[in-house]
């Protein structure tokens, strides 16, 4: 099966340029300014398969990057206003938020594009010497002799769909590293191998999901309250269903609406993305949206198991 | 991820902090491919750690009790573990299954009727997928990789109504039928991927698996 491939040695070799990946590559040259440190992504650009909602707490970026702001960072909302709200199929009702332990409270909070952070991450990193590869799926682990994890295959290109190698036909590179640091986000492809095959989730519970849908819209001005932040739980999920919205308003004139169901719904006949259309026609929704223009659509697997379900995070030859 | 503030940017980005010092350091000190133990031992002391113990019970107490019940117990609890220094009256609770095994049988439940989309506030998933801009080269392997391909149709379909028709939030799976409804067939339309891996994590039978499919597929988020 080992096919011939060249290979490229590097100090690090990083899977995924999402925020968990990109923060650990500028940490490591903060660090030590030497170290070269390949990162990996599949999406076109690193930005381009991100998908969140998102209200970000900035702690983790002010100990990263403290000077943010003064580097450009495209994060400028600021959280105003902050509403739970419990829905019926034709009211709802507003949760106070004195009740909310102070963990819930929002202020202080960004309302983003995790997806245009992610890109301005890609370019503070290449700032510091980091190589990203962009359009680089790492789709094989591979393994020293002693069974340490030694790197990835990347790029592979060009195989037909009933397997034979077209003209074009490229068989890739090793990357291989001291270290690799797999950051694919939740339900990785070779984060999956790599718990079964070190048996990672051994002590943990089994790991836990939600799918989450998203919209971005553009709507009319007066409808627009930059910085309120709303989540909503109850209709048109049954009570014995897990999940719920969020609609963050933000930006020039635009609005973030997801759905997020958790994925240990019992009923086969339910369809998430339904639920998530059936939701913006709730009257205390669809007055937001009337009248504006739906840019974009899409969705991602959101890791909910918390605490008991985080499995053993280290493998020889990385994490 | 801190399930009820639906918040893990902060967190995924603390971890790859907290792994770069680990191998940093290990690098200096001339190791290399040997275990980051540093870093599992430095998790547990972590701010990662400590916000998911405040937050542990929200997300099973949800899955017991509903959202009604288990959302009010579940912001007891985390005042409780705010208050107290992590202690709660339930103590850690379990998660039990995989959202795979969660998955019932299809004739114990309801068909759900959905309303048509009005074109304006609500869409189908056609107009969405396309919204999505996302691409595939078509003459590749499927991505989408069945480990037995009868599952679908033998054992999905009669028993769970084959829900990766519903599950999945841009119409990859479908299930075709002749004229007269006979001869049911499994169809993976991998081109319109987004990569969410729902399927890899809902399939009932665990019979799909989501591999990488060549570089730069899949969507394009603008501002996503
Ligand atoms: C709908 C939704 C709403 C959310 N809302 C919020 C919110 O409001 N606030 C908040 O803080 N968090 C929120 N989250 C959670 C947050 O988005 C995640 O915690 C965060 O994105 C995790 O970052 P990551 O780097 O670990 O993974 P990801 O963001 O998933 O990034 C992983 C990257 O790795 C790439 N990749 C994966 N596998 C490979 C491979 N084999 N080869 C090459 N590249 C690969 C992917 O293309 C991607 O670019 C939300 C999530 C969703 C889905």
């Known amino acids: 099966m080992a096919e011939e491939r060249e290979s490229m040695e590097y100090d690090v070799v990083i899977v995924g340029a999402g925020p968990a990946g990109l923060s650990a590559a500028i940490r490591l040259k903060q660090i030590s300014p030497d170290l070269t440190i390949a990162v990996l992504e599949k999406g076109a650009e690193a930005g381009a398969h991100i998908l969140s909602g998102a209200v970000i707490d900035p702690v983790a970026l002010n100990d990263l990057i403290p000077d943010w702001k003064a580097r450009g960072a495209p994060i400028e909302t600021e959280v105003t206003k902050d509403e739970y709200l419990f829905l019926g199929p034709a009211g709802s009702a507003a949760l106070p938020s004195f009740l909310m332990p102070p963990l819930m409270h929002n202020h202080g909070n960004y309302v983003v594009s995790l997806g245009m952070v992610t890109r301005w991450l890609a370019t503070q990193a290449e700032e510091l010497g980091v190589e990203i590869y962009p359009g680089f799926p790492a789709s094989e682990l591979v393994f020293d002799e002693s069974g340490a994890v030694k790197g990835v295959v990347a790029g592979v290109f060009g195989v037909a769909r009933d397997g034979h190698k077209k003209g074009d036909y490229q068989p890739g590179m090793e990357l291989h590293g001291k270290y690799v640091l797999i950051a694919e986000g939740a339900r990785g492809s070779l984060a999956k191998q790599l718990l079964a095959r070190f048996d990672l989730g051994a002590e943990s519970e089994p790991q836990k999901f939600g799918i989450g849908l998203k919209e971005l819209w553009e709507v009319p001005q007066e409808r627009h309250r930059p910085g309120l932040v709303q989540h909503c739980v109850g209709w048109p999920l049954d009570d014995k269903t897990g999940g719920g919205a969020f609609i963050y308003h933000w930006g020039d004139r635009l609005v973030s609406i997801g759905y997020v169901v958790h994925l240990n719904y019992r009923n086969p006949w339910l369809s998430p993305f339904d639920e998530f259309q059936r939701f913006k026609q709730h009257p205390i929704v669809r007055p937001t949206l009337e009248g504006g223009k739906r840019l974009a659509y899409g969705g991602r697997a959101i890791t909910e198991g918390g605490l008991q379900s985080v499995p053993k995070l280290t493998f020889p030859g990385g994490r | ?224």
């Open chain 2, 1 to 224: 991820m801190n399930v009820p503030r639906i918040k893990g940017t902060h967190n995924a980005m603390r971890s790859g902090m907290m792994a770069a010092e680990a191998a940093a350091a290990a690098i200096a000190a001339g190791r290399m491919r040997d275990e980051l133990t540093d870093y599992q031992d430095g998790y547990a002391t972590s701010a990662v750690r400590k916000e998911l113990v405040k937050v542990r019970n929200a997300k099973p107490l949800l899955s017991r009790f509903g959202t009604s019940i288990g959302g009010f117990l579940g912001i007891l609890d985390m005042w409780t573990t705010t208050l107290l220094g992590g202690f709660s009256l339930f103590g850690t609770l379990k998660h039990g299954k995989s959202d795979a095994e969660a998955t019932e049988s299809a004739s114990k439940h309801k068909k759900i009727e959905y309303p048509k989309p009005d074109g304006v506030i609500s869409f189908d998933k056609s107009s969405s997928v396309y919204l999505s801009n996302t691409n595939h080269e078509e003459d590749q392997p499927v991505h989408l990789k069945l480990t037995d391909p009868s599952v679908p149709i033998r054992v999905n379909l009669p028993e769970y109504g084959e829900p990766a028709r519903l599950y999945c939030p841009v119409g990859v799976y479908e299930v075709l039928y002749d004229d007269d409804g006979s001869n049911p067939r499994f169809q993976i339309n991998a081109q319109n991927c987004i990569h969410c891996k729902t399927c890899d994590i809902k399939d009932p039978s665990q019979n799909i698996n989501w591999v990488t499919p060549e570089g730069g597929g899949g969507p394009n988020y603008p501002m996503m």
